[in-house]
């Protein structure tokens, strides 16, 4: 079992930039890939990035490719995401997961209770 928390969310200017954070505890986090999501108001919950379990390989969501980087730290148990050049579309409650295995599947089990991102325009 793996407990999420986030933080780091809040308000920020359109154009500024915000570093989310997600403490992981449970199972040895270098054993799994992680993931960031992302709900707005009204809208469905979507994929935004993923990490696998060294780091070595990531994905993105096109709206935020060359926007947003996700990072982890495996000694501090901590997986980051680094939004810049923020726009008010990208106002949400994020959530940071943990994936099933080490590597990158979409098959997310655990999830965060979700920091609040908001952009103004």
């Known amino acids: 079992q793996v407990q999420l928390v986030e933080s780091g969310g809040g308000l920020v200017q359109a154009g500024g930039s915000l570093r989310l954070s997600c403490a992981a505890s449970?199972?040895?986090?270098?054993?799994?890939?992680m993931g960031w999501f992302r709900q707005a108001p009204g809208k469905e919950r979507e994929f935004v990035a993923a990490?696998?379990?060294?780091?070595?390989?990531?994905y993105y969501a096109d709206s935020v490719k060359g926007r947003f980087t996700i990072s982890r730290d495996n000694a501090k148990n901590t997986a980051y995401l680094q939004m810049n050049s923020l726009k008010p579309e990208d106002t949400a409650v994020y959530y940071c997961?943990?994936?099933?295995?080490?590597?990158?599947?979409?098959?997310?089990?655990?999830w965060g209770q979700g920091t609040q991102v908001t952009v103004s325009g």
């Open positions: 997961a943990a994936d099933l295995g080490s590597e990158y599947a979409h098959d997310f089990r655990s």
């Open positions: 449970g199972r040895a986090f270098s054993s799994y890939a």
């Open positions: 990490i696998s379990w060294s780091g070595g390989s990531t």
